[in-house]
């Protein structure tokens, strides 16, 4: 690609999950266009396709590896074809997702279970399997620095009435960020967590079957001048192209009129 960016990750390998789509698929592009080759991972193959052809055409490059991260064997075997294709694995950006709000009591706990295999052990999943890549790419990568950028959300510095489970998991994944941080620090693994406010994406729809939980969702965007995806690709951007001595531990990006 010919921008002003586009040698800022040049020679490096990105994974992206939850790639389908929003933030994900934002993240790609936009870390495409820092020249960066890109292996898209999320459960919808056609979408995933698509996605490829179009930062192809860009002239970026980009692997589409339709995988569930639920399944560690799934999993596991994403971060491998991705190493086996492009050689190599310098960032991962583990931002698949899932929100299914409303209160405790009476719960469908299968829900929980949902959430719970997304948000924290697909991202566990995908993390143990990079792990060791990402380290040897810190030792011997063009950049001499690798990064982990765990999506998070408001929801994991704020709990909220009928957020309980989902809150859980992103209080989860922050803490887990920081612990993980501290473990790898010194070997230029840098690990960071960015945590949107509202975005328009793909999350609320996932509450479709709530009539309660929908109209305060839909109220919410109808009084928010909410982020869009590629302002929370320029935060995961930024985070990933910091000169090597500099790491950016957490981001927190907020719609101006987001209280």
Do not use: C
């Not at 941080?181 to 840098?190: C, G, K, L, N, S």
């Amino acid at each position: 690609m010919s921008s002003p960016t586009a040698s800022k990750l040049a020679g490096t390998v990105v994974l992206v999950t939850g790639a389908s789509s929003g933030i994900g698929a934002a993240t790609a592009r936009r870390l495409a266009e820092h020249g960066a080759s890109v292996a898209l991972v999320a459960r919808r193959e056609d979408r995933l396709d698509g996605l490829a052809a179009e930062i192809e055409k860009a002239g970026g490059t980009a692997l589409a590896v339709a995988a569930d991260i639920t399944d560690r064997a799934q999993a596991e075997a994403a971060v491998q074809r991705t190493v086996e294709h492009f050689g190599r694995l310098d960032t991962l950006v583990n931002n698949a997702g899932l929100m299914l709000l409303g209160p405790v009591l009476g719960a469908d706990a299968e829900e929980w279970d949902r959430m719970i295999a997304v948000n924290i052990q697909g991202l566990l999943h995908t993390t143990h399997a990079a792990l060791p890549h990402l380290i040897e790419a810190a030792d011997e990568g063009p950049r001499r620095v690798a990064d982990i950028v765990n999506i998070s959300s408001i929801a994991g510095r704020v709990a909220w009435n009928g957020y309980g489970v989902y809150n859980l998991t992103k209080f989860g994944v922050n803490g887990f960020t920081e612990s993980l941080r501290q473990e790898v620090t010194r070997r230029h693994v840098r690990v960071g967590v960015l945590e949107p406010g509202g975005v328009d994406t793909e999350l609320g729809s996932h509450n479709a079957h709530k009539p309660e939980v929908r109209e305060a969702i839909d109220a919410f965007y109808e009084q928010t001048e909410v982020l869009a995806p590629d302002d929370i690709a320029d935060g995961v951007a930024y985070m990933v192209t910091r000169p090597r001595h500099a790491s950016v531990g957490e981001l927190w990006i907020m719609p101006t009129d987001q209280a």
